[in-house]
């Protein structure tokens, strides 16, 4: 089994920052490219940064350019998006996605964490 557990998630002012952490738990072999989605109610989920497996190149929506990084930490399957200046617009519940390759298995499979929702209000 593999699950994605998310956190860091909260309420904020605009101009706040906030940092959300997605740690991989399971039967894990490899984990491949990892990104973060958003979602608001009415609203598809959208692309919000992506990184490669070595987190030498990163992707990012261009509503979160020069706000937000991407990082993540191989040794503790760990990803993290750290939200910097805030605005009302970038509330949404935020997703974690990750391609896995389980211990014991040969293809690499997609999945999402449960959400944490980010609220940006005055």
């Known amino acids: 089994q593999v699950q994605l557990v998310e956190s860091g998630g909260g309420s904020v002012q605009p101009g706040g920052s906030l940092r959300l952490s997605c740690v991989a738990a399971?039967?894990?072999?490899?984990?491949?490219?990892m990104a973060w989605y958003r979602q608001s109610p009415g609203q598809g989920r959208e692309l919000v940064a992506d990184?490669?497996?070595?987190?030498?190149?990163?992707h990012y929506a261009n509503s979160v350019k020069g706000r937000f990084i991407i990082s993540r930490d191989n040794a503790k399957h760990t990803i993290h998006l750290q939200m910097n200046n805030l605005k009302p617009e970038d509330t949404a519940v935020y997703y974690c996605?990750?391609?896995?390759?389980?211990?014991?298995?040969?293809?690499?499979?997609?999945?999402w964490g449960q959400g944490t929702q980010v609220t940006v209000s005055s």
């Open positions: 996605n990750a391609d896995v390759r389980r211990q014991g298995g040969t293809s690499v499979h997609d999945y």
């Open positions: 399971g039967n894990v072999f490899a984990i491949y490219s």
């Open positions: 990184i490669t497996t070595g987190g030498g190149i990163t």
